[in-house]
Structures are given as C-alpha cells and as structure tokens.
C-alpha cells in the first residue's frame, strides 16, 4: 500500500473516535434535562459545569481532527 | 478577493516588513489584530468607567459584569489565594474573548487560530503554575500525582499516568481553542465555497447552513474563552491545594 492511500485511510480511521465524542456529549446534557426536571431551581446553577464539560469532551472531537489533519498534510 | 482555497484565509501577511538583528519582526496582519483586541479591551473598559456612577451606566454595568464574572470565577475555583491572580485571568478571558469575537468579522483575521499563539498562552499558563505550585509547596507539589485512596500496588501506574497527564495540560489546553477556531472557520470557508459554485437556484441551502454556522460560532468563540479562563483558574487550584 503506498503512503498516500494510506494516509487517507489513516485519517478515515482517526473519525472513529467522533462516536465517544457523541455519546459523551449526549450523556452530559441527558443527564443535565434530567436533573433539571426533578429540580429545576437547581438548573442554572449547575449550568456553567455543563457547558465546560461540553467544551472539554469537544475538544476530544477536535483532537481527531488534527489527528486526522496531521496525517493527511504533514506526513 | 478571490479565496481558492478555504485555509488561505489563515496565511499571514506583512504589512510592515521590519528586521531586528537578523530576527523577523514584521507588523502582520496577526500584529494587527491583536492590537485591535487589546485596543478594544482598553477602550471598553476605560470609557465605560468614566462616570463611575452609583448607578450604573449601561456600558458600565457590562464593564462591572465582566469583571464580576472572572472575580466569581476564581473565588469559586481557586479560593482566596487567587485573587492576586485576578488580572492575569482577566487579561487572558478578555485577550481571548476579543480575538476570538474579531476573527467573526467577514474578512478578518482570527488570531487564535494559529497553534503558535494559543501555545503561547497555554504555555505562559501551564509554567506559572507549575513554577507556583514549587514556590508554594516545595517538593511537596509532586503529592499532585498521587491521588488519596489509590491502593499501593497501583501506585506505581497511577503517578505515571497522572504525571504524563499533568504534561498534556498545554498541549489539550492550546490544541482545544486552536482547533476549535480553524475548524469553524475552514467550516464556513468551505461552505461559501459551496454557495458560489451551487449559484442562484440551489446556492441558498448552503447559505442557510452558514447563517447557522456563524451563530454556533459565536457561542463556540465566547465558550472557548470561558472554557480557557476557567481552566486556567482548575489548574492554578491544583497548584494552591495540592490535596485534590
């Protein structure tokens, strides 16, 4: 296999990792409707702690990408 | 303008070639921005001020806001001890939040989205703090790889992991806003791309998704410069109160 195919299939493969990604962001806000509906005055307190875990388990989806980047047009 | 390529528009321009000594310190386009940030920063927090009423104006009541909300920030996430730390946080929040915001301007240039600069904070922060944990707390700093309660025959595991762990912290931290920035801008780049080719009849569907990419953008550039302000606030914690 030559290197070019490879890397194209090197950064196919890198996408994989968007399906933690999904499942983990979907799991912060289920839990966060969750919680709000049995208490609902809590909800905006614990907003904040929401959206940082988003932002922290999107970054995992971003690092695929520069995986995926890095593969395609470094190596 | 003709853009071909959708990362063309991340190349840096000089605008005033300058060279010190052999070293390249052109004014750039980066230059440029960064000092229209800073700018920014300065006049709105200046003027807003000027009255200084009781009763607050209403840019004066969006200066106190944001300071009020990094000063909640780290009396929530590091205690007193960071008070003193208060300026840096904010400058890193606003310098962050501004060129985030300014890169949204059709036609300008996002700063953060070059992994350089964003490494350069990452970097400024991850070694003050760790040169503050060791003012702090001496040796006793590297009690931050053993986490309470781990049983002894996994110790050996867990500091090693919890040490590389520690190390990735600039890397996660600079990678996380770079990438969010260049992917969303490459994003609408792309799909622009797609508006002019796809013309009149069929062009409004991809100019719909870029109207909506634009809105997620502007909560994704004022998230990522909470998200980099509060962790910096996390990991100046850890350095204070190394017992987790």
């Known amino acids: ?75 | 303008m003709e853009h071909h390529n959708p990362l063309e528009q991340f190349a840096i321009q000089r605008i005033v070639p300058l060279h010190i000594g052999g070293i390249d310190v052109s004014i750039t386009n980066s230059t440029v921005f960064m000092v229209l940030a800073i700018a920014l920063i300065t006049l709105f927090l200046t003027l807003s001020m000027r009255s200084g009423s009781l009763v607050p104006t209403r840019w004066q009541s969006m200066a106190e806001l944001s300071y009020e909300f990094i000063g909640n920030m780290i009396r929530e996430n590091v205690g007193n001890d960071g008070r003193r730390y208060f300026p840096f946080i904010f400058s890193l929040f606003m310098f962050v939040l501004f060129c985030n915001l300014l890169g949204l301007i059709p036609y300008s240039f996002t700063v953060t989205s070059h992994i350089i600069v964003t490494f350069a904070l990452a970097a400024v922060v991850f070694v003050g703090v760790t040169i503050i944990g060791f003012i702090r707390n001496g040796a006793g700093f590297l009690r931050l790889f053993v986490p309470s309660g781990v049983p002894v025959f996994l110790l050996p595991l867990i500091v090693v992991i919890e040490f590389l762990s520690y190390l990735t912290r600039p890397i996660s931290l600079s990678v996380r806003l770079f990438a969010n920035m260049m992917a969303g801008h490459t994003v609408l780049a792309v799909f622009g791309g797609f508006v002019v080719g796809l013309g009149i009849l069929a062009g409004w569907m991809p100019l719909a998704f870029i109207v909506a990419m634009i809105g997620l953008e502007f909560i994704i550039a004022i998230l990522q410069a909470y998200v980099f302000a509060i962790l910096t606030c996390i990991y100046l914690n850890d350095a204070f109160h190394v017992h987790h």
């Open chain 1, 1 to 75: 296999m030559d290197a070019a195919a490879a890397k194209l299939i090197g950064a196919g493969l890198a996408t994989i990792a968007l399906a933690g990604v999904g499942v983990g962001i979907g799991q912060i806000f289920g839990s966060f409707v969750s919680g709000a509906l049995r208490n609902p005055a809590a909800a905006p307190k614990v907003f904040g702690n929401v959206l940082l875990g988003f932002a922290l388990t999107e970054a995992v989806a971003l690092y695929a990408l520069v995986i995926a980047m890095l593969l395609l047009f470094v190596f």
